[in-house]
């Protein structure tokens, strides 16, 4: 049993919003120096999916791969600390703040230079950008069943069952191996590592390639890419004047609030 | 230049013979995007029954692809005829809902007519036969425009931006034209819901919603107090979902439901950009919360300053007070 997890280095969502900053020109996000820089929580949510799988398996192997720059190392390495056995990292000035399309692109081509693989796990949407396409799209681009949103991820000998999150409950869905399957927030906390795997996983081992190692042709990326522009990065203007509802206690609060929200015909 | 035949296909999500809520929004928002272009819908369902809501709320023609069974959401027999409509018709633009089902189909489809997607948008415009989308992004903090240079324009939209509007005399084409025998290689099994229809979140006019502040799943109790005495629906940010304080389907924002009520209490609610995403479109948002510094006072149009836990229920109070004395 072959699993990869596919993760991004994202600024840390955590991290004070302050913490980012804009550049409306080049249409760029650019973190502060001391923002961290982490796996996308989804995506350490997939891994643990791929990590609960593997224990109840008793034997697999998963392999976490990235694309992203030199720096994506470390989301790699914090990976192999929560208890992946290899690293890939596809690093290309190719692929530099590329979009999701041709993410999906290159993950799905080096997926294919891994050799068999019996499951792909990806997070719902990178905490980024946010756009839930990546995993959509390696799955179309190798031609595998995908199942969105999944809460529970089982598999039994070359079946796969998964919880799959709906807006008013979940469905269970079952397909044969392989598939793609994107981990919502909802299969639960993922793992910290322990000091005893950290210290492990340096001795476990992280390759990095390139486009072309993985058979991708300049001109294959750019058509990609090309698909989608985008035109403008912004702050949000907020207009709204809040009121605030003064009172000496909460009651006198509770009165006045409930006469404004009548006068403004609200309640 | 104005936006050529077939202009938009929207994929349409039907229950008991109508489109949804977000459905009839999304032909709105085409229809006003079209200009003299036509709109399509695509309706995969087990009969014709919702197609004259469809088009009386827009849609120009529907292609209705009749499937056993295919009222309920199913990615992989769904996409064969997405993908096969989308080819006859070659509109300019494809809109699904931001539902677990558009947010599931768009994207695959997207793939599969060698297009890109822009998915979760808060607005769309049209020129020069182009559409630009605009979306949240960096967990609801920023907004970002894109535009899909490849067509068809393939996009997934939240609630709040289109308007339905009905015309029961609008007149429309009915074009069967499904694919046979689809095969899936996924089997639905088994299909749980928490909720009954009647508390939708999505349709609610009010809604009471808690987060990280309640400090406990005691809080939701005080809020269902205020709920009721103004028929609002309880939701939740992120946080008390996944922490089982209630359950997951309660969840409004970024990765929970796009909510758009008149009326939004935002109780022990800090405001962070990822649940901004799913209640922004409120028409009034109420916070009640502890930290006057909170992003949440920013967002909202009446601020207290308060414990929740003594203010919410003379709230609870002070509202059905509000009509005694006065002759009914």
Partial sequence: ?267 | MAIPKTSILVVAEAHDGAGSALTRELLGLARDLAGSGEVAALLIASGAQACPDLIAHGADRVYLCEQEGGDEYEGERWLPQAQRVAREAAPLAIFAGHTPAGADLAPRLAFRLDSAVATGCFGVTAGDGKFLFTRACYGGNLRETISIESAPAVATIRAGVGIARVDPARRGEIVRNAVEGVTSRTRVVARERELSAATSLEDARVIVAGGRGLEGPDGFRVLEELAQVLGAVVGSSRVPCDLGWCPHSWQIGLTGKTVTPELYFAVGISGAGHHMAGCGNAKTIVAIYTDPQAAIFREARFGVVADYRKLVPALAQAISKLDEGKTT
Wanted: hydrophobic share 50%.
């Fill in chain 1, 1 to 267: 049993m072959h699993i990869v997890v596919c993760v991004k280095q994202v600024p840390n969502p955590e991290a004070a919003f302050s913490m980012l900053k804009v550049d409306e020109q080049a249409k760029k996000v650019v973190p502060a120096a001391g923002l961290p820089l982490v796996m996308s929580p989804f995506d350490e949510q997939a891994l643990e999916a791929a990590l609960r799988v593997r224990e109840s398996l008793g034997e697999a192997k998963i392999t976490a791969l990235s694309v992203g720059p030199e720096s994506a190392r470390n989301a790699l390495k914090h990976a192999l600390a929560m208890g992946a056995d290899e690293a890939l990292l596809v690093c290309d000035p190719a692929f530099t703040d590329c979009a999701s399309e041709t993410a999906a692109l290159a993950l799905s081509s080096a997926i294919r230079a891994l050799g068999p693989v019996d499951l792909i796990l990806t997070g719902r949407q990178a905490a980024d950008w946010d756009a839930g396409i990546a995993g959509c799209g390696i799955a179309e681009l190798l031609g595998l069943p995908v199942i969105t949103f999944a809460r529970r991820i089982e598999v039994n000998a070359a079946t796969l069952s998964v919880e799959r999150v709906l807006s008013d409950g979940h469905e269970t869905i079952e397909t044969p191996l392989p598939a793609v399957v994107t981990v919502s927030n909802e299969l639960g906390a993922a793992r910290t590592p322990s000091l005893r795997e950290t210290m492990r996983a340096a001795r476990k081992p992280l390759t990095v390639k390139s486009a072309a190692d993985i058979g991708l042709a300049a001109a294959d990326i750019e058509r990609m890419a090309a698909r989608r522009v985008r035109t403008r990065l912004y702050v949000p203007v907020k207009t709204v004047q809040c009121e605030l509802v003064s009172g000496a206690d909460e009651p006198a609060q509770a009165v006045t609030l409930a006469r404004r929200l009548r006068e403004e015909r609200l309640v």
